[in-house]
Antibody, heavy 122, light 109 residues
Framework: QVQLVQSGAEVKKPGSSVKVSCKASGNTFNSYGFTWVRQAPGQGLEWMGGIIPIFGSTRYAQKFQGRVTITTDESTSTAYLELSSLRSEDTAVYYC???????????????WGQGTLVTVSS | EIVLTQSPGTLSLSPGERAALSCRASQSVIGTNLAWYQQKPGQAPRLLIYDASSRATGIPDRFSGSGSGTDFTLTISRLEPEDFGVYFCQQYGTSPSLTFGGGTKVEIK
């Protein structure tokens, strides 16, 4: 069973950027897609976007267009989320998750990372 | 974008009882592209059901999903104490964006 291990908690200033990583165990990295979902304190789940590593293709939620970049590094089996122009409303736990499909990000998610808390505060 | 509305907001039931959680879509979900997740406090969500009615690996058969179009239901046939948590539905059939419902909290009496 694949494990997704995310980087540690971050504290950022408004206007800055954050980059969160998600390392996948196993050697089938390019057989899946990866996505990022966030959850503000006490709130529901919000999809941010996803990537299909074998094609390098990405899709982002309209809300985050222009502020979010999702990338992967096949050599280290790691997916990344970068979010720029941070504001207090971006304070949330950010989850990576695996998409059990190699052709589309429009899918369900079968494995999740443990989450990374990003706090945006002056 | 499709809006998913989950009801009730909170469900308080005793062990052994049956739970029925509703997820209603603002427009028809293409195919049966709907999933259900369980989330416990401080934990990541866990996939329970995909394609509206298929159980994910390792999920007990007391969990079942049904529905199509705009109305979907997650049923827990006999609640166990470990079934407490928040349940989210997610649609992934309709572009441009996949979406989650607001969640139903299941409390065990």
């Amino acid at each position: 069973q694949v494990q997704l291990v995310q980087s540690g908690a971050e504290v950022k200033k408004p206007g800055s950027s954050v980059k969160v990583s998600c390392k996948a165990s196993g050697n089938t990295f390019n057989s899946y897609g990866f996505t990022w979902v966030r959850q503000a304190p006490g709130q529901g789940l919000e999809w941010m976007g996803g990537i299909i590593p074998i094609f390098g293709s990405t899709r982002y939620a309209q809300k985050f267009q222009g502020r979010v970049t999702i990338t992967t590094d096949e050599s280290t089996s790691t997916a990344y989320l970068e979010l720029s122009s941070l504001r207090s409303e971006d304070t949330a736990v950010y989850y990576c998750a695996r998409i059990p499909h190699m052709m589309t990000v429009m899918h369900y998610f079968d494995q999740w990372g443990q989450g990374t808390l990003v706090t945006v505060s002056s | 974008e499709i809006v998913l509305t989950q009801s009730p907001g909170t469900l308080s039931l005793s062990p052994g009882e049956r739970a029925a959680l509703s997820c209603r879509a603002s427009q028809s979900v293409i195919g049966t592209n709907l999933a259900w997740y369980q989330q416990k406090p401080g934990q990541a969500p866990r996939l329970l059901i995909y394609d509206a009615s298929s159980r994910a690996t390792g999920i007990p058969d007391r969990f079942s999903g049904s529905g199509s179009g705009t109305d979907f239901t997650l049923t827990i046939s006999r609640l166990e104490p470990e079934d407490f948590g928040v349940y989210f539905c997610q649609q992934y059939g309709t572009s441009p964006s996949l979406t989650f419902g607001g969640g139903t909290k299941v409390e065990i009496k």
